[in-house]
């Protein structure tokens, strides 16, 4: 079972931009696509982005494309979301974790959440 910290969040005022980090540790994301999911206040968790695992294949939701950009660094472990143009709707716990696929953007089985990192979107 994948382990992933997520970090980078804040709060920012609309407009703004954040780059949110999901680090592994103990263990290689090479072989995994990887996904970022949020859950707003008395909302269901969706996904947001994912990326395959040699991070040449990228989904995004509709509410996202053209701001928000997923990337790897699989040297470093690592999985990024930049996100750009935020708006207060964004809002949200935002977490990663291991996905089905690509095109099914969905947590894969036998995985778990994290804690995730909160991005408040707000004047």
């Known amino acids: 079972q994948l382990q992933l910290v997520e970090s980078g969040g804040g709060l920012v005022q609309p407009g703004g931009s954040l780059r949110l980090s999901c680090a592994a540790s103990?263990?290689?994301?090479?072989?995994?696509?990887i996904g970022w999911f949020r859950q707003a206040p008395g909302k269901e968790r969706e996904g947001v982005s994912c990326?395959?695992?040699?991070?040449?294949?990228?989904n995004y939701a509709d509410s996202v494309k053209g701001r928000f950009t997923i990337s790897r660094d699989n040297p470093k472990n690592t999985v990024y979301l930049q996100m750009n143009s935020l708006k207060p709707e964004d809002t949200a716990v935002y977490y990663c974790?291991?996905?089905?696929?690509?095109?099914?953007?969905?947590?894969?089985?036998?995985?778990?959440w994290g804690r995730g990192t909160q991005v408040t979107v707000s004047s």
């Open positions: 103990g263990f290689t994301l090479d072989y995994y696509a």
């Open positions: 990326i395959s695992s040699a991070g040449e294949t990228t």
């Open positions: 974790a291991e996905s089905i696929g690509v095109n099914l953007c969905v947590l894969a089985p036998g995985s778990s």
